[in-house]
Nanobody
Framework: QVQLVESGGGLVQAGGSLRLSCAAS????????MGWYRQAPGKQRELVAEVTSGGRTNYADSVKGRFTVSRDNAKNTVYLQMNSLKPEDTAVYYC???????????????WGQGTQVTVSS
């Protein structure tokens, strides 16, 4: 079994910062892409940022210059540093990872349980 466990959400004022963490655990052979999605009430889930196993990053236009995604391969952990937060960043943030488990040879897409980020104006 593979699990993604997130931490770091909370309530912050506009202009503030938060750091999200997501650790993958379980029967893991290799982790490929890791990233973060978010879903605001009444909206579709959208990509926020992602990082490949080689360190290449991709960001949504709405967070470029404010958010930074990084990963620690030794800890199987991905981070999202969020600065200059805005009320429109309020959403449930989900960790996502493409992982090949030890029990097979195909990569699968895994999701964390989600963590709430609320930015007050």
């Amino acid at each position: 079994q593979v699990q993604l466990v997130e931490s770091g959400g909370g309530l912050v004022q506009a202009g503030g910062s938060l750091r999200l963490s997501c650790a993958a655990s379980g029967s893991i052979s290799s982790i490929h892409r890791m990233g973060w999605y978010r879903q605001a009430p009444g909206k579709q889930r959208e990509l926020v940022a992602e990082v490949t196993s080689g360190g290449r990053t991709n960001y949504a236009d709405s967070v470029k210059g404010r958010f930074t995604v990084s990963r620690d391969n030794a800890k199987n952990t991905v981070y999202l540093q969020m600065n200059s937060l805005k009320p429109e960043d309020t959403a449930v943030y989900y960790c996502n990872a493409e992982i090949t488990p030890r029990t097979g040879y195909l990569a699968h897409n895994y999701w964390g349980q989600g963590t709430q980020v609320t930015v007050s104006s």
